[in-house]
């Protein structure tokens, strides 16, 4: 495959699911905020949120203050935003256009129907905007796994996933733990258990956690679902795993060894021996920054493997 081919490819899903990141940080933000003590963090929840989006820079360049419409404006309708919902559809539908024959026509419709859709959406209904982006993510999602032949196109399609995915839990789990944790007077109380509560109802994982753990919604079960259990599929384990094994399956294919997929196993190696006892007795927020940064540094060597740039 060519590598602008691959590119293309990696970048339609990565692109989707980060539009997925920003209603799932909405969401978060809109609910917490329906707590009439929301706020005794270290931020308020709508700076909470703006932190964790990685793009505050943009923010602070057109808007004066986080709240719900500031929010939802930047992140999903305005344009100069990079990472808002209606750029990363409009670019994930950009790449796959460029390569047309590379994907079955229901992968197409998926993401052209998202587009075309977006157009007739309004602000003022945040939850309906959230659910009606992971509605349009997981139909494409659906289409990629119903339809296309697995080959290298789909490993790469699948390594855009895996890696926005980790990056995706990784900011959520550190919007709850670092920035809108309470007071410690607070934690363990009815507006902590509410916020974990509330994080796993973000990542579609309230049900599968209660089926793993039952009802005890303590911090660290819940941080041990969200980083080292590999049978949740948002899980920072499940999702480097999936990335060593797409960079194994295209290793093989191409007959050649990469810098990105030695980088995955070892990262896989290191998160699989991890207990979450010490990743939160040393700093969990310390741990999901530094996640968050080797997960870019993968990103970029996934890039330089396969000779196509970061965008």
């Known amino acids: 495959m060519l590598s602008r081919t691959a590119e293309n490819l990696y970048w339609v899903t990565r692109y989707m699911e980060r539009a997925e990141t920003m209603a799932r940080l909405l969401e978060v933000g809109y609910r917490i905020a329906l707590m009439p003590s929301a706020g005794e963090g270290n931020r308020n929840e709508w700076a909470s949120i703006l932190a964790a989006s990685g793009v505050e820079s943009y923010f602070q360049q057109s808007y004066s203050e986080a709240n719900e419409t500031t929010l939802e404006n ?24 460029v ?15 998202a587009f075309q859709e977006f157009k007739g959406l309004r602000p003022g209904d945040l939850p309906g905007l959230c659910d009606w982006t992971k509605k349009q993510t997981a139909a494409l999602r659906g289409a990629i796994e119903g339809t296309q032949l697995q080959q290298d196109g789909y490993d790469f399609l699948n390594l855009g996933y895996y890696l926005e995915r980790a990056d995706n839990t990784a900011r959520l789990l550190d919007v ?25 109802r973000s990542l579609s994982a309230l049900r599968s956690f209660h089926w793993a753990y039952g009802g005890d919604y303590s911090p660290t079960k819940i941080a041990h679902f969200l980083i080292l259990n590999k049978t949740n599929p948002r899980s920072l384990l499940h999702c480097v795993e999936e990335a060593s094994y797409h960079l194994n399956r295209l290793a093989r294919a191409y007959g ?33 920054r530094d996640f968050i940064r080797d997960n870019a540094g993968l990103g970029q060597t996934v890039a330089d493997s396969y000779l196509f740039g970061s965008k």
Do not use: M
């Open 256 to 288: 050649q060894s990469t810098g990105a997929q030695a980088q995955a196993n070892t990262k896989l190696a290191r998160l699989a021996e991890a207990h979450v006892e010490d990743i939160i007795s040393d700093g969990l927020h310390e741990f999901l």
């Open 176 to 200: 709850k733990y670092y920035v809108l944790l309470p007071t410690t007077q607070r934690v363990g109380g009815s507006v902590d258990n509410y916020q974990w509560i509330t994080l796993l």
């Open 99 to 113: 390569v047309r024959t590379a994907v079955t026509s229901e992968v197409w419709d998926a993401l052209n129907s």
């Open 74 to 97: 930047f992140l999903v309708f305005d344009t100069n935003n990079p990472s808002s919902v209606a750029t990363c559809i409009a670019k994930a539908r950009d790449n796959a256009r």
